[in-house]
T-cell receptor, first 114, second 116 residues
Framework: EAQVTQNPRYLITVTGKKLTVTCSQN?????MSWYRQDPGLGLRQIYY???????DKGDVPEGYKVSRKEKRNFPLILESPSPNQTSLYFC?????????????FGEGSRLTVL | AQKVTQAQTEISVVEKEDVTLDCVYE???????LFWYKQPPSGELVFLIR??????QNEISGRYSWNFQKSTSSFNFTITASQVVDSAVYFC?????????????FGQGTTLQVKP
């Protein structure tokens, strides 16, 4: 089954404790991206990756890091989480961002930073 | 500016009513793509439709229909004979082809509540 898998789905952590949200896709997609969803703001892009070893900042990259060492994985790293990073996070992938098709989303990871 | 506006924050209807969700977009690109996604209470994002800027034909899929009007920069979504299972947050989104980032520009979302 074609899917984007995120882990963990739910996490409560404390300020400053490093965490990683993993994202893996099994569709051999070139493009992967992270979004965060906050009430009243819709979804905003954090980082994206056109292909392996190619990553770039989205609209709200502060406080986040990513890596793309393999095509299928695109982890989101919060080196020192803060309460304003409490949010619902989505990983997404697609074939080719320059010919926009359906963006496949993971099920979301709800993060609370105390 | 490249932006999507969903002016309706929340809509509440009674089952079997028709409901239209509005979406207005702004882009300087002549080539762009528009999307609708559904987010049910379980939280995942479900793709509903993609439309490119050169195709202004309206589309119907079962009880769902979409009206794309370039003249008014709108891409409205109508649910006919709404059902309780339609209760969700609906997002309209835009990708201007020139962006080369694959970034979906989302509207703020419209929460639809369908009451039995």
């Amino acid at each position: 089954e074609a899917q984007v898998t995120q882990n963990p789905r739910y996490l409560i952590t404390v300020t400053g404790k490093k965490l990683t949200v993993t994202c893996s896709q099994n569709m051999n997609h070139e493009y992967m991206s992270w979004y965060r969803q906050d009430p009243g703001l819709g979804l905003r892009q954090i980082y994206y990756s056109m292909n392996v070893e190619v990553t770039d900042k989205g609209d709200v990259p502060e406080g986040y890091k990513v890596s793309r060492k393999e095509k299928r994985n695109f982890p989101l790293i919060l080196e020192s989480p803060s309460p304003n990073q409490t949010s619902l996070y989505f990983c997404a992938s697609s074939w080719n961002p320059t010919l926009p098709g359906e963006l496949f989303f993971g099920e979301g990871s709800r993060l609370t930073v105390l | 500016a490249q932006k999507v506006t969903q002016a309706q924050t929340e809509i509440s209807v009674v089952e079997k009513e028709d409901v239209t969700l509005d979406c207005v977009y702004e882009t300087r690109d002549t080539t762009y793509y528009l999307f609708w996604y559904k987010q049910p209470p379980s939280g995942e994002l479900v793709f509903l439709i993609r439309r490119n800027s050169f195709d202004e034909q309206n589309e119907i899929s079962g009880r769902y229909s979409w009206n794309f009007q370039k003249s008014t920069s709108s891409f409205n979504f109508t649910i006919t004979a709404s059902q309780v299972v339609d209760s969700a947050v609906y997002f309209c989104a835009l990708i201007p082809v020139s962006s080369n980032t694959g970034k979906l520009i989302f509207g703020q979302g419209t929460t639809l509540q369908v009451k039995p």
